[in-house]
């Protein structure tokens, strides 16, 4: 594989007084589509910059491939970068744009010629050869940038949220053929962004960064599934999150054990499985994805302990053609957020509309311990 | 063709141009034709020309030491002017880069406030035999003669620059404010060093502020005349110098005029040369683009 491995080791960063990154570690793999997510401040940009070589580290280390590269000027990283305001070079047409780095290192011109006629049609952007970069769209302009960025075979690729200037439709395409470009080229992307559902559909793992601080590292699934913190599992998605006690830790099947919390918001005690085992007493934060939320105008028939059900009324509807998003005001005040997903037209019963009596119910399996809250 | 591009396809800005066309007829073009007439005129007895049309104006330009003196005249120039723009890119980035730009901007039109030949003699009085350098040289004992450092070529380009460097930096600060520096960063983390990102992105989108400058400085620079008076020695004399004189000691109106058309002819043949490049350029690289869309 062409990649390289990148480790980073307790890198911190501040500027004056504000701490842009706090001990980063992330180890990436070689070849790895790999995401930095987080808000508009969290670090995600200083880290990647630091990669590039445009900002050095307070303390801490990064390595590629185990050589340590703090120190070397960013021309001579084996990294390259697409930069969010696409930086085109403004004098120069789109085929000297992408021809530039082989310029620089006094390529033959039949060489770049074929490299830069290869790069160009992997972005399909052969019919925009020789046009200046004010004459094309965004979304061709982020292409140039990406083939410029590929064109001296780096090991790493660095995307600083690429995508954030085009508009919606052309995101998700232009998504799509980053995923093909770095399964085609295999090296190793470093992709910073603070949308959560680019990362989460193309990245084989993602770091959740908040405050300079790395929260979680892991697939997905793992982000989505199972938050590591409340911040995690209020920025990935959407969620119900509550303040909790436990009541009860007892072993369950396989190696989980199910849990009854006592949630002061939702007026009564709930059931969640979990894999760690937590003490009676404990604080901690309790959530349940909205999609995992059922919800219906009869009471569910059950006996089964392992579910929890709760009465409320419809408080807002938003329907959003695939879905409907629900407010659901329980009876004692408390909102909850219920997605309903439409599988089939006008053939779930009576549609739920505004200020329904309805039944909100959710698995034990279905909901999760965020984080015990430490006090 | 609907009401809005029939407005547009007729130029109606034509008509409010007029203050600018009355201005330029009556300050620069009658001026202009005034010199050229004089040239071709006989001299006068005291000044003023006979109305006899005649090249002598001309004819004794061709004298090999007037020759010498303009060749001079383009050298100083020249000299000043690279030096000129020499300076003005550093300052002109680090303004563009900084942020006390107004404060910076203001530092540089300072000067303006004060009369140039007032400016000048500052220079005489820095620079002079019982000047401020040669006084603080000798004071610290490194020299016990004045070093001759008033009264030559080396002044004259001195103050030159001097004078001229705000003209200069202006236009190639204000190209260089529009610049995006992180086209710099890009050039970085493409391989290029940083002067590579220097030479190869930043000076040619800077370009046409470098042309501004040129044309700025060169001009005013080859006409110039008090400077090489006031500060020059004897082999300073430039070309505005010869004019002064031929107007008001010698009274030869006609070669004054003669060598006001060297000048007039020089800048306009630097400027248009200036002008010229930019659009050899674009054709060049037009017609490369032409070249390459036929191969493939």
């Known amino acids: 594989m062409k990649g390289c491995d990148i480790s980073i080791e307790g890198v911190s960063k501040s500027f004056g007084t504000f701490n842009a990154l706090e001990d980063a570690t992330i180890t990436i793999n070689k070849g790895e589509f790999f995401s930095l997510l987080g808000p508009s401040g969290c670090g995600k940009t200083t880290l990647l910059r630091i990669i590039a070589g445009f900002e050095t580290p307070d303390s801490g280390i990064v390595t590629f491939d185990g050589k340590n590269i703090i120190g070397i000027d960013p021309n001579k990283r084996q990294s390259n970068t697409v930069f969010q305001n696409y930086a085109l070079f403004p004098h120069l047409s789109v085929y000297e744009n992408v021809a530039f780095p082989l310029r620089i290192r006094k390529v033959d011109n039949k060489t770049i010629n074929k490299k830069v006629m290869e790069y160009i049609h992997l972005v399909q952007l052969d019919a925009h050869v020789y046009k200046k970069p004010n004459q094309l769209s965004g979304g061709q302009k982020q292409r140039v940038a990406i083939a410029r960025a590929l064109i001296n075979e780096p090991s790493v690729l660095l995307l600083d949220e690429p995508l954030s200037a085009l508009d919606a439709k052309l995101r998700s395409n232009l998504l799509v053929e980053l995923d093909a470009i770095h399964d085609q080229i295999g090296i190793t992307f470093i992709y910073v962004t603070h949308d959560q559902s680019e990362a989460l559909s193309v990245s084989d793992r993602i770091a959740v960064m908040n405050q300079g601080k790395v929260l979680q590292i892991g697939t997905p699934f793992e982000i989505y599934e199972s938050p590591a913190t409340e911040f995690v599992a209020k920025f990935i998605g959407e969620t119900n999150l509550f303040d909790s006690r436990v009541v009860e830790c007892v072993p369950y099947k396989n190696d989980e054990f199910m849990v009854t919390l006592d949630v002061p918001e939702l007026g009564k005690q709930i059931k969640v499985t979990d894999y760690d085992e937590t003490k009676q007493g404990q604080q901690v934060s309790f959530t349940v994805r909205p999609e995992k939320v059922r919800i219906t105008l009869e009471e569910p028939q059950s006996n089964n302990k392992e579910i929890n059900v709760f009465k409320g009324i419809v408080e807002e509807p938003v329907y959003s053609g695939f879905q409907s998003k629900l407010y659901v005001k329980l009876d004692n005040g408390t909102e909850l957020k219920v997605f309903k997903q439409h599988q089939n037209y006008l053939e779930d019963g009576p549609e739920i509309s505004w200020k329904d009596t309805v039944y909100v119910s959710w698995s034990a399996n279905d909901g999760y311990i965020v984080e015990v809250i430490n006090q | ?296």
């Not at chain 2, 303004?95 to 220079?123: E, V």
């Not at chain 2, 493409?190 to 992105?201: C, D, I, N, R």
């Open chain 2, 1 to 296: 063709m609907s009401r809005q591009k029939l407005l547009a396809s007729r130029n109606y800005g034509i008509p409010y141009s007029f203050p600018m066309g009355i201005w330029f007829s009556l300050f620069f073009l009658l001026p202009i034709g005034i010199i050229i007439t004089y040239s071709f005129m006989k001299k006068g007895l005291h000044g003023g020309v006979l109305w006899q049309p005649t090249l002598d104006a001309y004819a004794q330009m061709l004298n090999p030491s007037y020759g010498r003196l303009f060749i001079r005249t383009l050298q100083v120039t020249f000299i000043s002017t690279v030096l000129s723009i020499a300076i003005a890119l550093p300052c002109g980035y680090a303004m563009a880069r900084s942020k006390m730009q107004t404060l910076l901007l203001f530092l540089i039109i300072i000067p303006f406030w004060t009369n140039s030949l007032i400016r000048i003699n500052a220079w005489i009085a820095i620079l002079g035999n019982e000047g401020f350098i040669n006084e603080t040289l000798r004071k610290i004992g490194l020299i016990h003669e004045s070093l001759p450092l008033l009264y030559n070529q080396s002044a004259v380009i001195l103050v030159l620059v001097y004078m001229y460097l705000p003209y200069a930096i202006l236009p190639i600060f204000t190209a260089m404010d529009k610049f995006d520096f992180s086209l710099l960063e890009a050039a970085r983390d493409l391989g290029a060093t940083k002067p590579q990102s220097m030479f190869k992105v930043l000076l040619p989108n800077v370009r046409s502020g470098i042309v501004t400058a040129i044309i700025f400085t060169f001009i005013p620079i080859f006409g110039a005349y008090t400077v090489p008076l006031l500060v020059g020695g004897k082999d300073s004399y430039m070309i505005g110098n010869i004019v002064v004189d031929q107007v008001t000691k010698v009274r030869n109106w006609p070669l004054a005029s003669a060598f006001s058309m060297i000048i007039t002819v020089v800048s306009t043949a630097g400027v248009l040369w200036m002008m010229g490049t930019s659009a050899r350029e674009a054709a060049r690289s037009k017609a490369a683009l032409g070249k390459q869309d036929g191969a493939l």
